[in-house]
């Protein structure tokens, strides 16, 4: 089982690295170069230090004497096999830092796109300290080993030809290198095998740390109103524990493995000092060629250690990479049309026998169907649960029904382009979401045409401009994360100008307004019918109820009535029990 998992994670973590070079070829090129030459000038310096010993120190030795000469031309050697190897260590470092920084911002780009393609329905069943795992950790991961890659590469072709130098300088000690290459190709392929399993478990438990992180954090209020702050620190220690020892436990095997690959090449030093003895007594070589053979073997072991550093990160690059590809190969999107939208001002929106379940759970809506007449006032009423929310998202097309059809203007909201469908309508949720931003960035969202006036414009009919004209920067006024400097309200407040801003032909009102006063929000819903745009609003507070053109009653995801609010209080009992329960419940 060990082997088939080794195996497959090498042959899994080799297409990572084919996927890399075919996206960066030319960097890679660069660098695959770089190294190469690199280690073309290794085995070249290696020879050059055999002969200035053989040719140049021995005979001085033996003459008493320094031939400046000699010397002379020992040093220019030197020197410029050194500058050759900067400019090789340079296009090698270069080559591999854009390439592994340049896929990293790709595909952290890629999976942030395909974030912001994927419906809610899928992100809700993900955590979200999970994805900002597979945009942060899990990217870095899969190309971890892009930047020893051209290094590794580069051994390669030295270590080819290291063995046809050898046997060009002695075929015994070529055989030192025969036996020692595959060692340390097999040590390699061993650690990983090892390897794999732990780096793996590493990897997921970043994630898992991630996420309950971001969830600690994110219910920090919850958190410290409870009182549950020792035993979240103890339920995060727990995970955090775990990928400590996930860590160690790659740690260990690497310390047990970073020595044997020290210790072989040095072993091949020790083995050609004694064979080239033992040969250069029997005249076979010569002073120079022994010289030169082992200090070749004396400086493999930093270029061989770079094919460990591949293996060594490939399971982390399988682990990571597939994290990434899970998101990359998400499914669930939804296809648009081309089509567009008639005239420029408001649309109707029309629920037709519109049937919805989220998975595989039970019907939330059945049989649905209401008008939102252009330019009118539609309200949504029901209990909780009853399907208002699920209505609100069918109507941005955040999700398709699983039955019947919702359309805009007499067309099908699938058969409508993406722009087009953002730009004529607008969500207003029931959490406001704020952005670290100042209010003009956050009601214009940098989309073209809006500008001061018309921000102000969108303030005023939300209610807004009053508070914002009093803040000390007005429209300048960073307002922190989520709005952290505003009340409840405010942030409602700023969350619907954003919406007005984009001057939809249908906006939806999903509980919008709960958090400012009846009043507040009387004024708000007035001025949007004033406005002329098409409304549909999920609505709970009586008076708000009562300004709307039309109310539709939802009960258990089905439409029992619609009319007018006191046409429905006259005839529905189960309506007038819930308005009037909404009322007692503001008092």
């Not at 080993?145 to 390669?156: D, E, H, K, Q, S």
């Not at 979401?433 to 956050?442: A, L, M, Y």
């Not at 940098?446 to 006036?453: A, V």
């Not at 429209?475 to 700023?494: F, I, P």
Request: zero cysteines; hydrophobic letters at 50%; a positive charge.
């Amino acid at each position: 089982m060990t082997s088939r998992t080794g195996n497959d994670v090498l042959v899994r973590g080799l297409r990572v690295l084919g996927r890399a070079i075919r996206t960066e070829p030319r960097l890679f090129t660069v660098s695959a170069i770089g190294s190469s030459f690199f280690g073309f000038l290794i085995i070249a310096n290696s020879y050059v230090v055999g002969a200035i010993i053989g040719d140049v120190v021995v005979p001085a030795f033996a003459e008493h004497r320094v031939g400046s000469g000699g010397l002379a031309l020992a040093v220019a050697a030197l020197l410029g096999l050194s500058v050759l190897r900067i400019a090789s260590i340079w296009a090698r470092r270069l080559g591999a830092g854009f390439m592994q920084f340049r896929l990293q911002a790709r595909y952290r780009r890629a999976v942030t796109r395909r974030y912001l393609s994927l419906p809610p329905e899928w992100h809700q069943r993900h955590a979200t300290g999970s994805l900002l795992s597979n945009a942060g950790s899990d990217v870095e991961a899969a190309f971890a080993p892009i930047a020893p890659l051209p290094f590794a590469v580069g051994t390669i072709v030295m270590i080819a030809g290291a063995v046809v130098a050898l046997f060009l300088t002695d075929w015994v000690l070529a055989l030192v290198g025969v036996a020692l290459f595959p060692a340390l190709f097999a040590l390699n392929f061993f650690y990983s095998r090892r390897m794999s399993p732990r780096q793996i478990h590493a990897q997921r438990m970043r994630a898992k740390v991630a996420a309950v992180a971001h969830e600690s954090f994110d219910g920090a209020l919850v958190v410290k109103t409870m009182g549950r702050e020792a035993d979240e620190s103890r339920r995060f220690g727990v995970f955090v524990s775990e990928l400590r020892d996930a860590l160690v436990a790659v740690g260990r095997l690497r310390g047990v493995f970073d020595p044997l690959m020290e210790s072989l090449p040095s072993v091949g030093t020790l083995a050609v000092l004694l064979l080239g003895t033992w040969r250069l007594q029997a005249g076979a070589i010569t002073v120079t060629e022994v010289v030169s053979v082992a200090f070749l073997f004396t400086v493999l072991a930093f270029p061989v250690r770079a094919i460990g550093w591949v293996v060594g990160e490939l399971p982390r690059s399988v682990a990571g990479w597939e994290r990434v590809e899970s998101v990359l190969s998400a499914e669930g999107d939804l296809e648009y049309g081309s089509g567009e939208l008639p005239g420029t001002g408001p649309a109707e929106l029309r629920f037709d026998r519109v049937g919805y379940r989220y998975a595989d759970g039970p019907p939330v809506l059945t049989d649905v169907t209401f008008t939102v007449p252009a330019g009118k006032t539609v309200a949504l009423v029901g209990a909780t649960g009853s399907g208002k929310s699920t209505i609100a998202a069918l109507a941005m097309r955040l999700v398709d029904p699983e039955s019947g059809a919702v359309s805009l203007d007499g067309m099908k909201l699938p058969d409508l382009s993406a722009p087009e469908l953002a730009g004529a309508t607008a969500l207003v949720p029931q959490i406001p979401f704020v952005f670290d931003d100042t209010i003009r960035g956050n009601v214009a969202l940098d989309r073209p045409g809006i500008d001061d006036d018309r921000v102000w414009a969108a303030l005023r009919l939300a209610q807004a401009g009053g508070f914002v004209g009093g803040l000390p920067g007005q429209l300048d006024t960073e307002v922190g994360e989520r709005g952290t400097s505003l009340s409840g309200g405010q942030r409602q407040r700023l969350t619907l100008a954003r919406a007005l801003a984009g001057r939809p032909r249908l906006l939806v009102l999903d509980d919008a307004t709960s958090a400012v006063d009846p009043r507040v929000e009387a004024a708000i819903l007035g001025a949007l019918r004033e406005s002329g745009t098409s409304l549909l609003v999920v609505a709970y507070r009586r008076a708000s109820i009562a300004l709307a053109d039309e109310v539709v009653y939802l009960h258990q995801g089905r439409v029992v009535a619609t009319g007018t609010h006191a046409g429905l209080m006259a005839t529905q009992p189960g309506y007038r029990d819930l308005v009037t329960a909404y009322e007692k419940a503001d008092k």
